[in-house]
């Protein structure tokens, strides 16, 4: 069971900056992937980045394509998202998630392939 707790949100004016941290209860390089999830009042959740911990790859949403960098600290289990520019529609509940070690994630943005989940840090931006 891997345990991931979000941390790092806030209130930010609009064209501000963010950094959100998930710590791990499982080390962060391996053979599964680590996603930042996103959940706005009335919205689908929305999959906004993700890397696999066993190379370099990432992947990002347009929305946020530019702005926000994932990225880790194997030595300290613990995985990062900057979030620069911020727009009052990057307001939302950031979520944290990882797959199943070796599970294949053919769309490392689709929520429905990660197994595990954290509770959330609330990202408000103001305009």
């Known amino acids: 069971q891997v345990q991931l707790v979000e941390s790092g949100g806030g209130s930010v004016q609009a064209g501000g900056s963010l950094r959100l941290s998930c710590a791990a209860s499982?080390?962060?390089?391996?053979?599964?992937?680590m996603g930042w999830f996103r959940q706005a009042p009335g919205k689908e959740r929305e999959g906004i980045t993700a890397?696999?911990?066993?190379?370099?790859?990432?992947y990002y949403a347009d929305s946020v394509k530019g702005r926000f960098t994932i990225s880790r600290d194997n030595a300290n289990n613990t995985l990062y998202l900057q979030m620069n520019l911020l727009k009052p529609e990057d307001t939302a509940l950031y979520y944290c998630?990882?797959?199943?070690?070796?599970?294949?994630?053919?769309?490392?943005?689709?929520?429905?392939?990660?197994?595990?989940w954290g509770q959330g840090t609330q990202v408000t931006v103001s305009s």
């Open positions: 998630a990882a797959s199943h070690p070796g599970r294949s994630v053919p769309w490392p943005l689709a929520s429905w392939q990660y197994n595990y």
């Open positions: 499982t080390s962060t390089s391996g053979t599964y992937y």
């Open positions: 890397t696999y911990t066993g190379g370099g790859s990432t």
